[in-house]
């Protein structure tokens, strides 16, 4: 049986890539001929092209998103790598003008979709118009703008400064997010089923006490430290008997907003760090988090404080 060998692989995908062009440009000339066909419009038709109109014109894409330089595909082929899939959509979207950069990851939630960056929301626009539903890898392409700007594009229009507050500001809602599911878990995990059929299965008693709070530990739902939400105060554990004010204010001093270290009286090995807001917080956790510290070089937690 013959066999490829891998010298003609990128060969085969070349000449895939450029069936799929091909096919694309096909497809482009029928609906072009169509729409010359249908010119003439029915009056049924006009409510709805009036709204299509309209949320063109106030900016607003089908999926509800603002315009912006940077087109989101989702319903991508999974099975293909990541490399050679970048390489299909640059040689298909730079079509429709000049791509700064190709984002597509391999993990487990981002397969199957990619982000493609323009220097322009017009070639962004232009992309979504005509390459929206267009097969690549015998799988439809859904096209729509992307919910947020994308690290190249806020680089390049607002500089470093904006693009370091704009990391600050995406690591702090991602935080957020792990606090809300953790808590959502221990909040489904905290009262078994088994329980509470044991518990209505029982006579009821006087309702003596009504109004108290439940002191039980298994009905109040505990965020674990590392998924605590963002605020502008951070725990710190595990430092050296040794730790001083003045050392820690040395490495945490030098973010954004640093206002003081403050030490336990009679207890060692732990601190508390105020910034004057969430941003200098986020940055110092960041980069201090596991940071080995003393003689030992033992790592040190850090944490947002529990509120």
């Known amino acids: 049986m013959a066999t490829t060998n891998s010298t003609t692989r990128p060969m085969m995908l070349v000449h895939v890539i450029s069936h799929q062009i091909w096919l694309y440009e096909q497809e482009r000339f029928a609906h072009r001929n169509l729409r010359q066909r249908n010119s003439e419009l029915d009056r049924a038709q006009l409510p709805e092209l009036i709204f299509v109109a309209t949320m063109a014109t106030e900016g607003i894409s089908a999926g509800g998103i603002p315009p912006n330089s940077t087109v989101y595909i989702r319903n991508l082929e999974e099975r293909i790598k990541v490399d050679q899939l970048k390489e299909a959509l640059e040689e298909l979207f730079s079509e429709f003008g000049n791509v700064l950069e190709i984002v597509a990851k391999t993990n487990l939630k981002a397969k199957g979709q990619a982000f493609i960056v323009y220097d322009s929301i017009e070639s962004a626009t232009r992309a979504i118009e005509e390459a929206n539903g267009f097969d690549l890898f015998d799988k439809p392409m859904v096209l729509d703008y992307a919910k947020t700007r994308s690290d190249a594009t806020v680089m390049r229009e607002g500089g470093s400064e904006e693009l370091e507050s704009h990391k600050r500001k995406r690591l702090a809602e991602k935080e957020r997010r792990q606090a809300h599911d953790a808590l959502e878990a221990q909040k489904k995990l905290k009262r078994p089923a088994t329980a509470a059929a044991t518990e209505s299965a029982r006579p009821s ?26 605020n502008k105060i951070l725990f710190l554990r595990d430092l050296p008997d040794d730790a001083t004010q003045e050392g820690l204010s040395a490495v945490f001093g030098r973010f954004e907003g640093f206002q003081e270290v403050r030490l336990v009286p009679g207890r060692k090995g732990i601190a508390f760090v105020e910034y004057e807001a969430e941003a200098g917080a986020i940055s110092a956790k960041e980069a201090t988090a596991n ?16 509120q």
Do not use: F, H
């Open 205 to 230: 008693k006087s309702v003596k006490g009504t109004g108290l709070k439940p002191t039980s530990g298994a009905t109040t739902a505990v965020v674990p430290d590392e998924y605590l939400p963002p």
């Open 291 to 306: 940071m080995p510290m003393g003689e030992q070089g033992k790592p040190i937690r850090v944490t947002y404080q529990r």
